[in-house]
């Protein structure tokens, strides 16, 4: 049974909703909020739009990070198109907010090697334990390795692995 690890991906999110309001020179938080005021709409749009389409993100954990239900992470993403073609105010919003958003990406490492990323966690306060029950699969671009730790060190590691992979593009799932 494989699950997704589901901290990854709501950092990441919360990781771009922070990158929106610092480019907009909004309040940190404001996209939680339930004020309707323009430039929170289009900026909460925009965040979820890039959430599902570059990140992946899954509805549900866009839903919980802006403070809305995930259906309206659809409407984010069935409205782009029309909206980009059409409102000014969004298409130079988006640009600015994607322009930001590449800089950072761009700056991001992935690992090419398996062996190398396996030993660069370890370097840098992973601990693998011998008697495992539970297997962290860490995926970093096309390369995959397995963290075995055990069930009572579990979410150490998985703060060890977010601290040690900070610069890096990585996911994490448990099998």
């Not at 990781?15 to 610092?22: A, E, G, V």
């Not at 990140?55 to 839903?63: F, Q, S």
Request: with cysteine.
């Amino acid at each position: 049974m494989t699950h997704l690890f589901k901290m990854t991906e709501e950092d990441n999110f919360k990781n771009l909703c922070n990158l929106t309001t610092r480019v907009l020179g909004l309040p940190n938080g404001s996209l939680a909020l339930k004020s309707r005021k323009r430039p929170l709409q289009v900026a909460r749009a925009i965040a979820g739009y890039l959430g599902r389409t570059e990140e992946n993100i899954h509805r549900t954990i866009i839903g919980k990070v802006l403070n809305r239900h995930r259906s309206l992470i659809y409407h984010y993403e069935s409205r782009h198109e029309p909206l980009y073609k059409t409102c000014a105010v969004y298409r130079e919003t988006f640009n600015k907010i994607f322009s930001a958003y590449k800089d950072i990406d761009g700056a991001k490492k992935m690992f090419s090697n398996k062996n190398t990323m396996k030993s660069y966690m370890l370097q840098n306060g992973v601990v693998e334990t011998l008697d495992s029950d539970v297997k962290l699969e860490v995926t970093s671009g096309q390369v995959k390795c397995i963290i075995k730790t055990s069930y009572f060190d579990f979410s150490t590691q998985l703060k060890n692995i977010k601290f040690a992979l900070n610069n890096y593009h990585y996911t994490v799932k448990i099998i």
